[in-house]
């Protein structure tokens, strides 16, 4: 059984705030690691796809870090605004690389403004 | 880009009444193809997922069966829907070997009463 665990389960911050969440999955055989941003009412869209160790990606305020060896990912967001409002995912792809995607349960994060 | 087509995206049901989910993919050829499930309160559950036409592979023991009849079309069914089936599912298509990020449809939300 592949677990991916995501901490906090929710966090509220206040605009203008920096915060991060963790992501953590099987350091064993990996493949690939995805975040993704899951606002209400809509689909999750992509944030990262990472895949070597020591990685780290950048979207605006947004950015990732990625640990394989030890088998967790940060997601960092500066400066919090309240658009940023969403369920945060991670996904997990082993190196058995059937394109399996297992995901973790999210952090909901809400920004008061 | 990738287009995801699902519907119907609101379904209330009977225990007991059969379940047919479908989902088309515009943008792409020969993708990976996956059915989520999102029970209350808890993150995406991997139902199913497929490599190419009639190759499905089960995650978890349930109620629920899937068919890929062609390239770009994924269905959910159930011949007999139980309670706990209720929740948001969720089509999703992504680059074959799993690297490339997915890309979602707008969900159906099943109601079994």
Redesign the interface.
Known sequence: ILNVE?SPQSLHVQEGDSTNFTCSFPSSNF??L?W?RWETA?????LF?M?LNGDEKKKGRISATLNTKEGYSYLYIKGSQPEDSATY?C?F?RSS??????????TTLQVKP | SQT?HQWPATLVQPVGSPLSLECTVEGTSNP?L?W?RQAAG?????LF?S?GIGQI?S?VPQNLSASRPQDRQFILSSKKLLLSDSGFY?CAA?R????????????SRLTVL
């Not at chain 1, 690389?97 to 999210?106: D, E, P, R, S």
Request: charged share 15%; aromatic share 16%.
């Open positions: 995501q493949y690939a995805h993704y809509k689909s999750p869209e992509a796809v895949t995912l996904a792809i690389n059937t394109g399996k995607l297992i995901f973790g349960q999210g | 995801i990976n996956y989520y808890r993150g995406l559950q991997l997922y490599v592979s995650e969720l992504g074959l070997g799993g690297t490339g990020e997915l890309f979602f449809g707008e969900g």
